[in-house]
């Protein structure tokens, strides 16, 4: 069954390091996501992502944050400078459509990110 | 303000008796819900879903029901098993937000032998 892959599983950093989180959705899949849960919080939309560029991001979503398809593959979100809030599980996700129209969402099984 | 919520942040269940896992929502602009397991250390994974059109859906052992008179959806499961136990989100995508969902705070639900 396809399924979406993400790397790594853990990254521990120290506060105001660059971190890059990477994500291999379903291959023909269209529109790419990032959400994060907080320990012991509920899941939160961070930035959709069609064609080749941002098509909705959230307000946690601000200038620290970045994401690119730099190949045919990959998806990745990059947080500049990361401070100790940023410690969460980010969880990529892939649909082949979009919204309510577009099928499920495939969720990867998560990379945690500890911020020192 | 949160948009999506739980009734009931536990709920355990006895092997084999049928659980349900209510969850109310504000925004009457919702027009699409999905429920969501997800067990410890892995991601949400997609059980069922229901656009706003429609009362009820079921799958394989579960069924959502949508009242959208009192903005109130609930997942039933049938014959609960040890597997069922994990978190129950469900979430949203609003009209006009097409690919945002908005995750409630979830349910643990705990299966007993």
């Known amino acids: 069954e396809p399924e979406v892959t993400q790397t790594p599983s853990h990254q521990v950093t120290q506060m105001g390091q660059e971190v890059i989180l990477r994500c291999v959705p379903i291959s023909n899949h269209l529109y790419f996501y990032w959400y994060r849960q907080i320990l012991g919080q509920k899941v939160e939309f961070l930035v959709s992502f069609y064609n080749n560029e941002i098509s909705e991001k959230s307000e946690i979503f601000d200038d620290q944050f970045s994401v690119e398809r730099p190949d045919g593959s990959n998806f990745t979100l990059k947080i500049r400078s990361t401070k100790l809030e940023d410690s969460a599980m980010y969880f990529c996700?892939?649909?082949?459509?979009?919204?309510?129209?577009?099928?499920?969402?495939?969720f990867g099984e998560g990379s945690r990110l500890t911020v020192l | 303000g949160e948009s999506v919520g739980l009734h009931l942040p536990t709920l355990s269940v006895q092997e084999g008796d049928n659980s349900i896992i209510n969850c109310a929502y504000s925004?009457?602009?919702?027009?699409?819900f999905i429920w969501y397991k997800q067990e410890s250390g892995k991601g949400p994974q997609f059980i069922i879903d229901i656009r706003s059109n429609m009362d009820k859906r079921q799958g394989q052992r579960v069924t959502v029901l949508l009242n959208k008179t009192v903005k109130h959806l609930s997942l039933q499961i049938a014959a609960t098993q040890p597997g069922d136990s994990a978190v129950y989100f469900c979430?949203?995508?609003?009209?006009?937000?097409?690919?945002?969902?908005?995750f409630g705070s979830g349910t643990q639900l705990t299966v007993l032998p």
């Open positions: 925004n009457s602009a919702s027009d699409y």
């Open positions: 996700a892939s649909s082949l459509g979009q919204g309510a129209h577009g099928g499920e969402l495939f």
């Open positions: 979430a949203e995508i609003m009209a006009g937000s097409a690919r945002q969902l908005t």
